[in-house]
């Protein structure tokens, strides 16, 4: 065989290798994904099953029904609405110990303590932009409610 011949055979013999492995690697691949998804699929079915687990064992006695106490009725009335002139009025049936009002991201925009609770307040807010607010009102007794009020722009 001449020199011409050897570099011809043993490029096709490379180029028969490379294919082979190729393929090879492709085969492999396919079969590693199926069992990669088989077992995400696997492991998120039994992660499901053990999310629907319905039944709850107490060791001892079972927990009061008082914990989480459902709150008494707050008579809390926020007037006018929407809020126009920079200005509404909160009335209530307790004495309110606290207001926080904040815009809808979270910045305070009004805070006060009242060191003699008062049923009825008016609040003065200083340029409100319009837009909605959340208003969190304590009382004197530790309970809080939350209400949202609409301010619009004065005409």
Do not use: C, H
């Amino acid at each position: 065989m001449t020199w011409k011949e050897q570099k011809y055979f043993w490029n096709n013999v490379s180029n028969i290798l490379l294919t082979l492995a190729q393929f090879l690697i492709d085969i492999f691949q396919k079969v590693f994904m199926k069992r990669i998804l088989q077992l995400v699929f696997l492991l998120t079915f039994t992660i499901s099953l053990q999310a629907q687990k319905d039944t709850i064992n107490y060791i001892g006695t079972p927990p009061q029904q008082d914990i989480f106490r459902p709150a008494t009725a707050i008579n809390v009335t926020i007037y006018p609405v929407p809020v126009r002139e920079n200005n509404f009025t909160i009335k209530s049936d307790k004495d309110i110990s606290f207001i926080k009002i904040t815009n809808i991201i979270g910045q305070d925009i009004f805070r006060v303590k009242y060191n003699n609770p008062q049923q009825i307040i008016r609040i003065m807010l200083d340029n409100p932009k319009r837009g909605m607010y959340i208003v969190t009102i304590n009382f004197s007794d530790g309970t809080r409610v939350v209400k949202k009020i609409m301010v619009e722009e004065s005409e």
